[in-house]
């Protein structure tokens, strides 16, 4: 198992060494950096994206038809996957969420959590959240202030609930 401070640690180094120092991140750019090739596209309904590694050749493939916020979450979650889970010669890791929830295999969850908790990471950095979160109006109310924060972000508003929660805010 992947401790939550590792992955958070991972995100942390990445951005630092690419100089990234404020939110929306560049996770396409990020991807490419860490060489990995985007291939948008069409599959069936249940996919959003899958990571496929071959030697000398990584693939984030993403659903083309899905929201722009939807799609970076699902180039953070695959790129976690890569960092954390591939043995980057030949692997696959399909994001599906049907394929999610009928998994049988815990070790399955757990590496889906995992690549999650690393999205949520990269997308959604601590210091850049504590950094926004004071430059907001405090007259706010809490559901606008998640609004304005998923769109600095460019994140889902359920994302930005979560990673609040799971950070300790009290929302
Ligand atoms: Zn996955």
Do not use: C
Request: charged letters at 30%.
């Amino acid at each position: 198992m992947i401790k939550i401070k590792e992955i958070e640690q991972k995100a942390k180094e990445i951005l630092s060494q690419l100089n990234i120092k404020k939110a929306p991140v560049p996770i396409e750019k990020i991807a490419k950096k860490i060489g990995l090739s985007i291939d948008k596209g069409i599959f069936g309904d249940t996919i959003s994206g899958f990571l496929l590694t071959k030697e000398n050749k990584n693939i984030i493939a993403v659903k083309s038809t899905e929201s722009e916020v939807r799609q970076r979450f699902t180039i953070a979650h695959e790129l976690g996957h890569y960092l954390f889970h591939s043995n980057k010669v030949d692997d696959i890791f399909i994001s599906n969420v049907l394929f999610r929830n009928e998994s049988s295999s815990t070790g399955e969850i757990r590496m889906e959590r995992e690549a999650n908790s690393f999205a949520a990471a990269i997308l959604m950095p601590v210091d850049f959240i504590k950094e926004e979160i004071d430059k907001l109006d405090n007259r706010l109310t809490v559901e606008d202030a998640i609004k304005q924060l998923s769109k600095k972000f460019h994140v889902s508003e359920v994302a930005m609930t979560y990673r609040l929660t799971n950070l300790g805010y009290n929302i």
